[in-house]
């Protein structure tokens, strides 16, 4: 299986694709380190079902722990935070040209 070295970020675009809404939902919230009971209140179904989701997650990505699931979960929450904020800002920035322009 994988490792996750801290600070290198796996390349695992093809298999994050591969994961069901449902298993994407579960990685989400694993980054966020909710326990499985947690995880089983919030999307209303059984403890037994998170379970079998986490292991077809590990599968699927190539990792041995939840806790290197959570730890990519919780570096794409980052990285699409850090893109989103980007993307506000360019876009601001684009619209004081344009009203700069039309002076």
């Known amino acids: 299986m994988a490792s996750v070295e801290a600070g290198k970020a796996p390349d695992q675009a093809c298999e994050l694709a591969n994961l069901s809404p449902r298993e994407h939902d579960i990685l989400m919230l694993l980054g966020q380190g909710l326990a499985n009971q ?3 209140r919030n999307l ?3 403890e037994r079902t998170v379970k079998a ?3 077809h997650i590990l ?3 190539g990792l041995e722990s939840r806790l290197q699931a ?3 979960a ?3 929450t980052s990285m ?3 893109s989103s904020k980007l993307v506000a800002q360019r876009s601001h920035g684009v619209d004081e040209e ?4 039309s002076l």
Request: net charge positive; charged share 25%; hydrophobic share 35%.
């Open 38 to 40: 947690k995880i089983a």
């Open 74 to 76: 919780a570096r794409l």
């Open 70 to 72: 959570g730890l990519i």
């Open 44 to 46: 209303e179904i059984s």
């Open 80 to 82: 699409n935070c850090n």
């Open 98 to 101: 344009r009203q700069s322009d």
């Open 53 to 55: 989701h986490i292991t």
């Open 59 to 61: 599968h699927k990505l």
